[in-house]
């Protein structure tokens, strides 16, 4: 099956500054890779996908990179807000066939004002 | 437009009782799904459907845990016994079927079993 790694666990930066959260992925049939935010006594939000037919996808403030090759892809977040603060998961499925999201184990952002 | 429903938000309840969670998906949504989320596990997926009917259960961790779809607009998680290791926090989510994998969640259940 599956399996998602994500690093870091903790991630703090200064507002305005950028962040960076890294995942990895061993199925080489995944082709589809959300990340999702939870802030605290929610569910987890979906706020950027992307494919594997794509290596970067940008929304606003917030980008997604993939390297394919290396099963790798990462979720950038520039200028950062108070209001980013937050566990953020990356995951990995299958866009096709069996529709399970595999899920790495988050990232706390705190964004210090 | 509505989100995912879910009810209750929180539910504490003594070991050994039946425990039921309920689900409403976003209307017109096809998949349902039910994760549950622990500190020590994560996001695990239990059980997900289409069209109302189970597609794969491979998660539910054991005979304890049972899911129901009776029609497109509502599901049910339920355990019996429950036991405090089945704290944590519960997820529905659904999906369109033209867009399976983009999964709405809902604000969960937190479930305590003292």
């Known amino acids: 099956g599956e399996n998602v790694e994500q690093h870091p666990s903790t991630l703090s930066v200064q507002e305005g500054d950028s962040a960076v959260i890294k995942c990895t992925y061993s199925d080489s049939a995944s082709n589809y890779f959300p990340w999702y935010k939870q802030e605290l006594g929610k569910g987890p939000q979906l706020i950027i996908d992307i494919r594997s037919n794509v290596g970067e996808k940008k929304d606003q403030r917030i980008a997604v990179t993939l390297n394919k090759t290396a099963k790798h892809f990462s979720l950038h977040i520039t200028e950062t807000q108070p209001e980013d603060s937050a566990v953020y998961f990356c995951?990995?499925?299958?866009?096709?066939?069996?529709?399970?999201?595999?899920f790495g184990t988050g990232t706390r952002l705190t964004v210090i004002p | 437009d509505a989100g995912v429903i879910q009810s209750p938000r929180h539910e504490v309840t003594e070991m050994g009782q039946e425990v039921t969670l309920r689900c409403k998906p976003i209307s017109g949504h096809d998949y349902l799904f039910w994760y549950r989320q622990t500190m020590m596990r994560g996001l695990e997926l239990l059980i997900y459907?289409?069209?109302?009917?189970?597609?794969?259960d491979s998660g539910m961790p054991e005979d304890r845990f049972s899911a129901k779809m009776p029609n497109a607009s509502f599901s049910t998680l339920k355990i019996q016994p429950s036991e405090p290791r089945d704290s944590a926090v519960y997820f529905c989510?659904?999906?369109?079927?033209?867009?399976?994998?983009?999964?709405?969640f809902g604000p969960g259940t937190r479930l305590t079993v003292t």
């Open positions: 459907f289409n069209n109302n009917v189970p597609i794969d």
């Open positions: 989510a659904s999906s369109f079927a033209g867009l399976a994998y983009e999964q709405y």
């Open positions: 995951a990995a499925s299958r866009i096709s066939g069996a529709n399970n999201l595999f």
